[in-house]
């Protein structure tokens, strides 16, 4: 029996619930048996106070604006690792050896080509498809093309299946941008890292050698440490669900994919960039905050605002950095992000935004580096996916190798007719 108990007053009759206690964050009232004893259901929505489940991957202290994988920060990670290090730490708990990161890299390298028939998916979509309704479907398909990896009570499937959708999701979100743009596929090169490969099979044409500009090369994988994990979102919660039920990986991170797309999560860094563009130039931000700040107005600042970050997003300042890094590598400028720079300044000093708690998110920035790097904004999205694959894929794995893990079933609060019978058509 845990030490610490909740009691709930309810009728007239009291109840006991154990409170659970984390290593890190608020305790949570157990209320597991709660409809056993009490016959109610508790309400709770938008999950503004439930915890789903129990983790050991991530935590966040959205007050405080922190964010660990296992323990380390995020600020450090993005510093001082790289996305294969953090995949790594993500899926294993603890940072790897330097002949463990070999091992893990050399086995990601060797899962990124696809079936060469899942190609002719491609031609299936109309040349003007965004690359997300690409993903969805071609990431839900690789589940009828690697059959020896999907029994998911066997834990090597399960390591089969995640370094494949790790190793693919650069290949396929590549080849869905070259789709689009009516040139060659490109197959993967091993000899390039993960990120450099990437940026090949996107931007490279067969005609000319690529090369690979280290400073992107380097934004670029510190975008995807950014984008890695984070918790129990609604897109990784989309992927413990479709898991609950025992569906195969494949079409669980579909799902993921999915539920990612829209502007409220992983759509906002293209819809952040529009928003700046539409706005052009400082003297216009005003007008734009005044539509914000209106309740009848559904305009909302893109990138600001989250649900969990009540300070300002740990990966939004990273963001900010490597914004001027990108554009020094690259000898740019682009006008969005004098925009970007003193929107976030008038925001942050203004009442309804403070009041709030509404910072700059992880997207604010993000597509300003992707633009400029060459990314079209539809894109973006499709870029997130790819780095929260292996989050996606560790809390799965997570969820599936929990031996009390049952499937995700919410109740409800009920408001439609209670029952009535049936009124035959011509009486109706
Ligand atoms: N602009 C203007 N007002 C906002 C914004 C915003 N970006 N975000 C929240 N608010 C206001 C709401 O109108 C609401 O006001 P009210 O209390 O007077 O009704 C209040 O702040 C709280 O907002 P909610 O929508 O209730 O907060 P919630 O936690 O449900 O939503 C969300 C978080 C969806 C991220 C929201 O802030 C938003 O829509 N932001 C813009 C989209 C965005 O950037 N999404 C990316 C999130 S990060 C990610 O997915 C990687």
């Known amino acids: 029996m845990a030490d610490k108990q909740a009691k709930l007053e309810l009728g007239g009759e009291s109840h006991d619930f154990p409170v659970l206690e984390g290593t890190c964050g608020p305790d949570v009232v157990d209320i597991r048996k709660m409809y056993g004893t009490t016959g109610k259901f508790t309400y709770d929505p938008g999950y503004k106070s439930t915890a789903s489940c129990e983790s050991a991957l991530t935590y966040i202290d959205g007050q405080e604006g922190v964010l660990l994988h296992r323990g380390y920060p995020i ?15 993500l899926l294993n708990g603890e940072l790897p050896s330097s002949d463990e990161l070999d091992d893990f890299t050399y086995t990601i390298t060797r899962h990124t080509m696809l079936h060469d028939q899942m190609r002719q998916f ?3 979509f109309r040349r003007d498809a965004h690359p997300m309704a690409i993903m969805c479907g071609v990431v839900g ?18 390591k089969i299946s995640s ?34 490969n990437f940026l090949r099979m996107t931007f490279g044409v067969p005609a000319e050698e690529y090369e690979v500009i280290p400073e992107v090369e380097s934004a670029m994988d510190k975008i995807f440490i950014l984008h890695a994990d984070h918790e129990q979102n609604a897109s990784t919660s989309t992927v413990r669900l479709a898991g609950s039920s025992g569906a195969n990986p494949f079409a669980c991170i579909s799902a993921g994919i999915a539920c990612l797309w829209g502007p409220a999560h ?78 976030e300044e008038i925001a942050l000093n203004d009442d309804y935004f403070r009041e709030k708690k509404l910072f700059p998110n992880v997207d604010f920035y993000s597509g300003i580096i992707l633009s400029a790097i060459g990314f079209p904004t539809t894109m973006f999205t499709a870029l997130f996916a790819l780095a929260r694959t292996v989050g996606w894929v560790a809390q799965w794995n997570e969820m599936i190798s929990d031996p009390g893990q049952v499937i995700g079933r919410p109740r409800q609060l009920y408001t439609g007719p209670t029952q009535r019978d049936y009124v035959p058509l011509d009486q109706r």
Do not use: C
Request: neutral net charge; charged residues 25%; aromatic residues 12%.
């Open 266 to 343: 992983g759509g906002a860094n293209e819809a952040a960039l529009n928003m700046l563009r539409e706005i052009g130039t400082p003297d216009r931000i005003p007008h734009y905050i005044e539509r914000a700040k209106d309740k009848n107005d559904p305009f909302r600042l893109m990138g600001f605002g989250h649900r969990v970050y009540k300070n300002y997003d740990p990966r939004a300042a990273v963001m900010q950095k490597t914004v001027r890094e990108v554009f020094e590598a690259l000898n740019v400028k682009d006008p969005v992000f004098e925009t970007a720079l003193q929107l």
């Open 75 to 89: 600020g450090q990670l993005a510093e001082k690792s790289s996305f294969m290090e953090v995949s790594y730490l």
């Open 122 to 124: 491609y031609q299936g």
């Open 141 to 158: 398909a690789l589940s009828a093309f690697y059959h020896d990896s999907t029994d998911i009570s066997d834990p090597e499937h399960r």
């Open 163 to 196: 370094h494949r959708l790790i190793a693919k999701m650069p290949t396929i979100a590549a080849m869905a941008y070259k789709y689009s743009v009516g040139q060659p596929f490109l197959y993967p090169d091993n000899s390039l890292s993960y990120t450099g």
